[in-house]
């Protein structure tokens, strides 16, 4: 199945830089370009993207209240939202994952990471580093949130498997990381993630990480998972 792309960045020359390296893909083609926020919902919607390229400074509307709109519009349900910033650690790439955001890329990413990057995303992982996940998560957790934070309650409807599964996934790990650490298929865990994420209201492994960190299941000083 091809994957529609939509590429967001006010800069052209970027933009040919990437519509050169996706279209080289046989599973990637570029569906349009947009040079602001307002233009990238439009496209959007126009285009039925199945994931955005999203700069976050834009003129007009910028990446993040793009996005914000974009993972709100429940006719874009399943339109997956990948940002690009210039640094990796970026206060605003936490407010594109509270926007609703799958995850980001530095613009310095290799050719290469950057068609994975687009096929982890769009198969609804989220695009995470555990590195970087704890940075930026304590700096997620520093800032004031703008709606109410869901609290550890919140976990009673899990299982004791999918806690455990749900605190692997906030270490940053994937499905096939998490059933070799478990010892299970990675169709099990899998599940295990699929059925966390439904239980929590949570639209990828994006939000999960976020929720587990909100709750207190993780906290930012926590050491990466053995």
């Not at 496209?43 to 955005?52: E, G, H, S, Y």
């Not at 709109?69 to 940002?83: C, H, K, N, Q």
């Not at 059933?179 to 295990?192: F, G, I, W």
Request: no cysteine; net charge negative; glycine share 8%.
């Amino acid at each position: 199945m091809t994957i529609r792309v939509l590429l967001a960045d006010d800069q052209a020359l970027i933009r040919a830089g990437f519509r050169v390296l996706i279209e080289s893909a046989p599973d990637l083609e570029i569906v349009g370009e947009a040079g602001t926020g307002q233009e990238a919902i439009e496209l959007a919607r126009q285009n039925r993207a199945d994931v955005i390229l999203m700069d976050i400074r834009m003129p007009e509307m910028d990446g993040l209240e793009a996005t914000r709109r974009i993972t709100a519009d429940e006719d874009l349900a399943g339109v997956r939202v990948l940002i690009l910033t210039t640094f990796e650690i970026d206060e605003n790439v936490v407010l594109a994952l509270r926007a609703g955001a799958s995850g980001f890329l530095n613009k310095g990413v290799d050719p290469g990471d950057l068609l994975e990057a687009i096929r982890v995303v769009a198969r609804g992982d989220a695009l995470l580093s555990p590195g970087a996940t704890r940075s930026l998560i304590g700096r997620f957790l520093s800032q004031p949130a703008p709606e109410p934070l869901p609290a550890p309650s919140a976990l009673d409807a899990l299982t004791e498997r999918e806690r455990e599964v749900l605190t692997l996934v906030a270490a940053g790990l994937s499905n096939d990381e998490i059933a070799e650490r478990l010892y299970v298929s990675p169709l099990t865990a899998k599940t295990h993630v699929n059925r966390a994420m439904t239980k929590l209201g949570a639209r990828d492994r994006a939000q999960l990480v976020v929720i587990a960190y909100q709750t207190g299941l993780v906290r930012p000083g926590d050491p990466p998972a053995p």
